[in-house]
């Protein structure tokens, strides 16, 4: 993997972690612009909120668990606020501020009731956050 990101930033592509077509409900609503993130909000889902970039490694890994993950439940959305550019263009965007703390991706999972379950890189306890929540319904 380490290689393949190495070969694309030698050629200066980074390919879009979104970009493959799954089923499940997932929609870019950001290549870089600001969001208010109440608003993109899917009402009565689940919705995790995708904070991550092209060049950034751990952000594909945390795209691919949770397109699989949105396909498995159709009561979760995925919204993604992708930073474009390369590395030192995208920070110029204040993703330290999208992302709090200016780690990438940067994963916010809300409940079908608005509040906010989880805040952080990890898809894995995003994840399991969604399935304790949905439990409790």
């Known amino acids: 993997m380490l290689l393949l990101f190495s070969a694309l930033l030698a050629a200066g592509t980074?390919?879009?972690?979104w970009a493959t077509q799954g089923s499940g409900d997932v929609e870019i609503v950001s290549t870089g612009q600001a969001v208010e993130l109440q608003e993109i909000l899917v009402q009565d889902?689940?919705?995790?909120?995708?904070?991550?970039?092209?060049w950034c490694s751990p952000c594909h890994d945390a795209a691919r668990a949770l397109r699989g993950y949105a396909e498995q439940h159709p009561d979760t959305a995925i919204r993604v606020v992708s930073l474009e550019g390369e590395p030192h263009q995208s920070m110029a965007l204040d993703a330290a501020a999208l992302a709090?703390?200016?780690?990438?991706?940067?994963?916010?999972?809300?409940?079908?009731?608005?509040?906010?379950?989880?805040?952080?890189?990890?898809?894995?306890?995003?994840?399991?956050?969604?399935d304790r929540a949905r439990r409790k319904l």
Request: hydrophobic share 35%.
């Open 14 to 17: 980074w390919p879009d972690p």
């Open 45 to 54: 889902k689940f919705t995790v909120i995708d904070i991550g970039a092209s």
């Open 100 to 130: 709090e703390r200016g780690v990438l991706p940067w994963l916010l999972v809300y409940g079908p009731d608005g509040e906010r379950i989880y805040g952080g890189p990890n898809s894995d306890k995003a994840t399991k956050k969604l």
